[in-house]
Structures are given as C-alpha cells and as structure tokens.
C-alpha cells in the first residue's frame, strides 16, 4: 500500500516491465473496475497484479495473487 501513486504506479511498471508488459495495458478490469494484469512465469505460476485506487482516502494498493498453473 502506497500514499504516494507516483511511487505505486513506478513500483507496478518496474514489475511489469521484467515481463515486457505496460502499465497503461492491463489484462482486463475487476468488477470494481479496478486494473489488472496477468503474467505467465517460467517457473509455472500465473500472478495477477491489481492496482486499487481508493475512492475517498488516497491510498493505492497493489495486490498480487500467484497460483500454480504448471502440469
């Protein structure tokens, strides 16, 4: 969780950048609308990172949910 969205939107863009990815590109939207972006790693685990904006507190909160997607 960040207070300043500068350094929470450098933070995601570092992250997604190791897998050629861009920040203004996510995946899709959550049902709160909220931006996501889905990355497929070499050691078989799929990771969604979500960026939440906080509507009436200036918070911005970065989430990554990983799971195994291997065989």
Do not use: H
Request: hydrophobic content about 35%.
């Amino acid at each position: 969780t960040f207070e300043d969205e500068d350094l929470a939107i450098n933070t995601i863009s570092n992250i997604l950048a190791q897998f050629d990815m861009d920040i203004n590109d996510p995946t899709d939207k959550d049902v709160d609308g909220d931006p996501y972006w889905t990355i497929e790693q070499e050691n078989g685990y799929i990771s969604d990172i979500y960026y939440i904006k906080e509507k009436n507190f200036p918070l911005f909160t970065m989430t990554i949910v990983s799971v195994w997607g291997g065989q």
